[in-house]
């Protein structure tokens, strides 16, 4: 993957590294020369990873505040610094449904990895970048904090919102600091977890499917680059934003699977 140097002498912090968007952003951030700090669960792919990209491997769970502090901590200590937190674990298990049929305990699970996570991550980054007077910070929200999804994931949907609302406050907040603070809002991404929606539901995937006017899912790599760009200085009047990467998706009506409007 060649780059153009934008992330040059860049320190990086990407929590869920080690696949999908993540791991695709990792090595976009290489490529465009930024040193990669991953915080993630894969202790068995995640050394290898780091090493493959010059950089490092934290094992973390978001979800405990310790161990995002000690993340954080090890890339200020190691590196001296940290110019981006690209707050990105999540997790979309089968049990988020309907409101109907989600217990409280699958509700807490989702939101303690996707949206008290991305908190403890902010929360743990800001003082380096204070420190700094400069840094940037993106969360990974989703289409489904800006519009209502077609397949039901009711606490997956309200984590998303929370990190969206999350990302405005802040990057409000920090403005005059020199910290900008967005949110990336990816449309349905071909990772793992959706290749294995499509294997396990079928029905439900194809429905995600049917309302992106693109008629395609996005590949990581695009995500990643749209990560790359908020990243960079040449964001350096985006903050408190929305960036959405979804195909056309947030902005459509119902479009065909087999229509192309010719």
Not at 2 to 26: F, Q
Not at 153 to 171: D, H, N, P
Not at 242 to 256: K, P
Request: aromatic residues 6%; charged residues 20%.
């Amino acid at each position: 993957m060649a780059g153009t140097g934008k992330l040059n002498g860049k320190i990086a912090v990407i929590t869920g590294g080690c696949s999908g968007i993540g791991l695709a952003t990792a090595r976009k951030f290489t490529a465009e020369g930024a040193t990669v700090v991953i915080g993630d669960l894969d202790t068995r792919n995640g050394a290898a990873i780091a090493r493959e990209l010059g950089g490092s491997f934290v094992r973390t769970d978001v979800a405990l505040e310790e161990d995002v502090n000690a993340l954080f901590a090890h890339a200020k200590a190691t590196y001296g610094r940290v110019d981006v937190a690209f707050n990105n674990a999540g997790i979309s298990p089968a049990d988020d449904d309907s409101i109907l049929k989600t217990g409280i305990a699958a509700w807490d699970k989702v939101q303690q990895v996707n949206l008290t996570s991305v908190y403890l991550c902010c929360k743990a980054v800001l003082p380096y970048m204070l420190e700094q007077g400069a840094g940037s910070i993106i969360n990974t929200a989703s289409f489904v904090a800006i519009m209502g999804a077609a397949t039901s994931q009711i606490s997956y949907t309200a984590s998303k919102g929370g990190v969206l609302a999350m990302t405005r406050e802040l990057g409000v907040q920090f403005a005059k600091k020199g910290i900008r603070v967005n949110a990336v809002c990816p449309g349905p991404v071909n990772t793992p977890l959706l290749q294995e929606l499509f294997a396990k539901d079928p029905e439900r995937a194809a429905r995600r499917l049917i309302h992106i006017p693109m008629g395609r899912f996005a590949e990581p790599e695009e995500i990643a680059n749209a990560v790359a760009f908020l990243a960079s200085d040449e964001s350096s009047f985006i903050t408190a934003t929305d960036f959405l990467v979804d195909g056309g998706l947030s902005n459509a009506y119902v479009t065909s699977l087999d229509s192309d409007f010719d």
